[in-house]
Structures are given as structure tokens and as C-alpha cells.
């Protein structure tokens, strides 16, 4: 019987961390971030029918980068969770934490698995609080680690001084449409305005209704720079 | 099929391709659907939700339903709610068996955003209509044994631009109306209003007044269905579907057309 060959946990856990990582190296950013009046998910996306961000319940927002279709696997999968629990207890106990844990077990348990393929991915699940104090922006990595926090959120490849420029511009005072120029300016290393690459989203509470997720239509994000 | 460990979801969470709720929730939870059999002597069973209506006006559908529950002869709720938006421009009522019926409710609204919210786009109306009948006809086993739950689908056909009306039997048949449909004990009364003064040209606040005055002739002739309830201030609820959406027609304005409807019945008994 020939004995497998050693390869320590150190070296192992490091090939698949690279292997995930050059999965979402290549692709766009996505800034997810609190705004004056509720969150916007903003991402660079040449395309107006494979989404990036979408909606997941009543006050549940998604962005993904890497592999569109584990993002896509995942995205399905927290809607069938949220609506299975609204449906069998309440709308309101639905929550971003109970999702975002079970996008952390199930992303890093495929990076801990022998024989299975890291999910080349990197999620947000960003969730409007009943009171503003409670919005929560998560933030799931391709080992399954998360983060959370109310502060705005980079999927994806940026540099250090961009996403430090977001954080200190994208705040919870900043109107929409400043917001989504910034996370313009971070995604696009420039100020040109590029409103037909960008596909925005945003949880509104004052939408009215349960629902308060909306994808703005170009037209309107284009009239962003048309104000400024 | 024997979970990796680590992937903390069943397959079916994970799976592709379907984007029906009723048919994920029969994988993982079968025990949250409405039941499929049940002790068809259970009293509850008794337990009716009576008229709705829906009619089409000019520029839209009306539907409207009665507030009363019976057990028998016992009324057993004066304010329950059996006409409800299933999304953001149909409306679904229900007559029957209560507990069921606002179940399949229930399911029918999931089903329709979690398709929604899955495919980015929502369900055409005839799309929605025949998942409706889908989900009735899982009741079959119980409809054969005089438990049925019966639905009336209406709403805003976006891309014919027109109101249409879909009325249901038990087994989960799907009949599109020209005109007008009723469900429920009291229905045969209210359709005999309905034919005499529904004209497809009506406006909205003919259509409002006839849907109401439907219900109130189906509450003359059926004890089960209620009229207005001047004393508490409960009266049919009504729902409108046109190009902007569903909207309830608030109770302060049901309450004003109902009352002018009980004006006229005085006004002609005392003439007569």
C-alpha cells in the first residue's frame, strides 16, 4: 500500500485560499454601503441582465462577486430560505444575521472539505434595521470568514486608499446620489461618469410597502451626474 | 443522497431550475403545506368564508367579499377577510372551508414573489392563473369529499392591457370570465345582480357600488354571507386592479356607497 503523499494543513489551506482568491481577482467590485435614506449596492456591471445585486426579502438586499453560477446557487438559495422561514413563522423573522451565518457554514465548509471546490465567490447580505441604528451590512469571504459592521462594505478587488475613500465619503448622511458617484469613483479608479456600466440598487425604506428593495433604471442613474 | 460534510443545506436548497415554492416546501418541509387529506368530519371543516365577486369595469377588475364565517348555523367571525392582492396588480378571494382557504392564500402570495424574486421578473397573469389552479388542485383528495376551497383570481393583464377575471372549481379547473364570476354560498344571488346591471363599460365607482350591492342582494337571500355592519362599522372588502396596481378601497368610502345602496332599498320599499 503506498502512503498518500504528507501536505501539511499550513500549505493546503494556502492553495485553496489562492485558488479562490485569483477567482474574484479578475473581476469587478461591488460596494455595498448605508446611504441617507436606507443602503445602495453598487456595482460595475456592463451587463443589464445577469445581475450582481438583487433582492432577497422584504428588507434583505444580496451583492456577489466571482463565479456567477455559485453567486446565482447562493442567491437562490437564501431566497428559499428567507421565504421558507417568512412563511412558516413571520415576515419579521426573517433576518440578514441567520442568513449570513448560513452563507458563512455553507461557503467555509466547502473550503474546509477535501474533494470539494472552494466557492470562488465573495457575498454581501445588507439588511435595513426597523430602526436605522439596526442596519447591518455583512460581508462573506470566499473561506466563509464574515464581517459586519454598519460601515460600507467592498466586494471584490480595490485598492487600500480607494476603499479608505469610500469609507470616509459613503456615510450614513450622504444623499443617493452623491453615493452612488462615489462608489462610482472607487469602482472606476476615475470621475468620469460611467452610468451605463452601472447597475444600483437600493433598500428604501421609505418605499412604502413590505418590499424595499428597487433597481433604479438607468435613466435615473444617469440623472446622478446630471445634477452635479 | 449522503451529504459532504461542511455544506450545511440540503440539495434542495442548492438545486437549479425551480423556482416554485410549493414544490421546494414539499421537499423540505412537507408539513408546512396546507394539508392534503384530512378527517373530513372535523368540525372546522365547517367553518365558511361565504361570498366574493369580481367583476370587470372599463379600465379594470372590482373584487369584493363579504366579512362573515359560519360554523353551521352559527356565525363565527363578523370581520374576517377573504379578498387579499396577491401581488402588486392581482387580487385573490377565496370562499370555503376558512383554515384552508386563507392557507392557500398564503401560499399563493409566497409563490408568486418567491417566482419573482428568483426569476427578476414577475409571473404573466395567465402564468399566475394556472399556478393557482395547480395549487387548488393539491386539495383534490378533500374537494372530492365536499371540502373545497374555491378562488376567484383577478387583475391587470399588463400585456393586453386589460383586466381579466379567472374563477376555479374544485379539481383545479380554470375558467377565464367575460364578464363577471362569484364564489361561495351566497353566489348565485349576487350573479343574479351582476347580470341584471354589469355593463363592461362601467367606471370604477359604478363597478365599486354594483360589487357591494352584489354582496348586499347575496346577504338578503343567504344567511351566511353578511351585509354592512352599520352597528360595528364592518363592511365588504374591496379591491381594485387596474393599470396602477391593486388598491383597497378604504372602509370610509365602502361605508359611504353602502349606505347610499341601504338609502335606495328604504327609499323603493317605502314607495312601493
Known amino acids: ?228 | 443522497m449522503i451529504q459532504p460534510w461542511g455544506t450545511m443545506l440540503p440539495a434542495p436548497f442548492l438545486a437549479a431550475g425551480n423556482d416554485s415554492f410549493a414544490e421546494f416546501t414539499r421537499t423540505v418541509a412537507p408539513d408546512l403545506l396546507p394539508p392534503t387529506t384530512l378527517d373530513t368530519s372535523m368540525p372546522e371543516l365547517l367553518r365558511h368564508g361565504t361570498t366574493v365577486v369580481a367583476l370587470k369595469y372599463s379600465s379594470g377588475v372590482v373584487v369584493a367579499g363579504d366579512r362573515r364565517a359560519t360554523m353551521g348555523t352559527l356565525i363565527v367571525q363578523h370581520d374576517i377577510e377573504k379578498v387579499f392582492g396577491a401581488d402588486d396588480t392581482s387580487v385573490i378571494g377565496v370562499a370555503g372551508a376558512a383554515g384552508l382557504a386563507i392557507e392557500l392564500v398564503r401560499l399563493f402570495q409566497t409563490e408568486l414573489e418567491h417566482y419573482e424574486k428568483i426569476e427578476g421578473r414577475a409571473l404573466s397573469l395567465e402564468g399566475r392563473a394556472a399556478r393557482l389552479s395547480i395549487l387548488v388542485r393539491s386539495n383534490l383528495a378533500m374537494a372530492v369529499q365536499g371540502i373545497a376551497v374555491i378562488p376567484v383570481f383577478a387583475g391587470w393583464d399588463a400585456v393586453h392591457h386589460r383586466g381579466r377575471i379567472f374563477s376555479y372549481d374544485g379539481t383545479g379547473g380554470r375558467y377565464e370570465e367575460y364578464a363577471f364570476s362569484t364564489a361561495g354560498s351566497g353566489d348565485i344571488f349576487a350573479k343574479a345582480t351582476l347580470k341584471q346591471l354589469h355593463r363592461l363599460d362601467m367606471d370604477r365607482d359604478e363597478a365599486v357600488q354594483l360589487a357591494v350591492r352584489a354582496i348586499y342582494d347575496a346577504s338578503d337571500d343567504d344567511a351566511a354571507t353578511a351585509g354592512p355592519d352599520l352597528d360595528r362599522g364592518i363592511y365588504p372588502v374591496v379591491l381594485i386592479a387596474d393599470e396602477d396596481g391593486v388598491t383597497k378601497i378604504s372602509t370610509e368610502n365602502v361605508a359611504l356607497v353602502a349606505k347610499r345602496i341601504l338609502d335606495e332599498v328604504t327609499r323603493s320599499n317605502e314607495s312601493a
Open chain 1, 1 to 228: 500500500m503506498t502512503t498518500p503523499a504528507y501536505v501539511s494543513p499550513d500549505q493546503w489551506m494556502s492553495d485553496r485560499a489562492d485558488y479562490a482568491r485569483r477567482g474574484i481577482e479578475d473581476e469587478h467590485a461591488v460596494v455595498v454601503a448605508r446611504y441617507a435614506d436606507g443602503i445602495c449596492m453598487v456595482a460595475l456591471n456592463p451587463s443589464r441582465t445577469l445581475h450582481r445585486t438583487s433582492e432577497i426579502h422584504d428588507r434583505i438586499g444580496f451583492a456577489s462577486v466571482g463565479r456567477f453560477d455559485e453567486s446565482e446557487q447562493l442567491r437562490v438559495a437564501g431566497i428559499r430560505l428567507a421565504d421558507l422561514r417568512g412563511y412558516a413563522y413571520d415576515r419579521l423573522d426573517v433576518t440578514g444575521l441567520s442568513l449570513a451565518t448560513t452563507y458563512a457554514q455553507v461557503i467555509g465548509g466547502a473550503f474546509a472539505t477535501m474533494g470539494q471546490k472552494p466557492y470562488e465567490v465573495e457575498l454581501a447580505v445588507a439588511e435595513l434595521g426597523l430602526v436605522r441604528s439596526q442596519d447591518r451590512i455583512f460581508k462573506i469571504s470566499w473561506d466563509g470568514s464574515i464581517t459586519e459592521g454598519t460601515a460600507p462594505m467592498v466586494l471584490g478587488p480595490m485598492s487600500p486608499d480607494r476603499r479608505e475613500t469610500v469609507e470616509e465619503f459613503l456615510i450614513d448622511t450622504t444623499p443617493l446620489d452623491d453615493a452612488v458617484r462615489c462608489a462610482a469613483a472607487a469602482l472606476t479608479a476615475s470621475s468620469e461618469p460611467v452610468p451605463d456600466q452601472l447597475e444600483v440598487s437600493i433598500l428604501d425604506p421609505r418605499t412604502g410597502g413590505r418590499r424595499t428593495f428597487r433597481r433604479l433604471a438607468a435613466d435615473r442613474v444617469r440623472t446622478f451626474w446630471d445634477a452635479a
